[in-house]
């Protein structure tokens, strides 16, 4: 599911049929510590995978407008 959220995210095909992410991790009670986990565990997946500099940007950027829709919803 998290696949197809950046594929639809980040400019391919409209994959993604999940929730929205409000809706997806409502009442989770998700921390800003385990949400940074989160974006450094995708950073370092990037890093290993040999993934550009300005498309891991891309992809914090995605992080950092998503923020207020899963932390502590
Ligand atoms: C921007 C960051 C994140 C994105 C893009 C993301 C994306 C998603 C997506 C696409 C789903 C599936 C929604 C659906 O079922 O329709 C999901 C579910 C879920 N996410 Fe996230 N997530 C993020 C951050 C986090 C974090 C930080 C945590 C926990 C520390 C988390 C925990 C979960 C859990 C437990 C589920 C439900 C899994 C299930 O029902 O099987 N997510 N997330």
Same mark, same amino acid.
């Given at each position: 599911?998290?696949?197809?959220?950046?594929?639809?995210?980040?400019?391919?095909?409209?994959? $993604?049929?999940?929730?929205?992410?409000?809706?997806?991790?409502?009442?989770?009670?998700?921390?800003?510590?385990? $949400?940074?986990?989160?974006?450094?565990?995708?950073?370092?997946?990037?890093?290993?995978?040999?993934?550009?500099?300005?498309?891991?940007?891309?992809?914090?950027?995605?992080? $950092?407008?998503?923020?207020?829709?899963?932390?502590?919803?």
């Amino acid at each position: 599911m998290v696949t197809e959220f950046f594929i639809s995210g980040s400019g391919g095909p409209d994959v $993604y049929k999940g929730k929205d992410m409000r809706t997806a991790h409502q009442n989770m009670n998700i921390s800003v510590n385990e $949400y940074m986990a989160a974006v450094d565990d995708v950073m370092a997946a990037l890093d290993k995978n040999g993934i550009g500099q300005r498309e891991k940007e891309e992809v914090l950027f995605i992080f $950092y407008s998503l923020r207020p829709d899963v932390v502590r919803v």
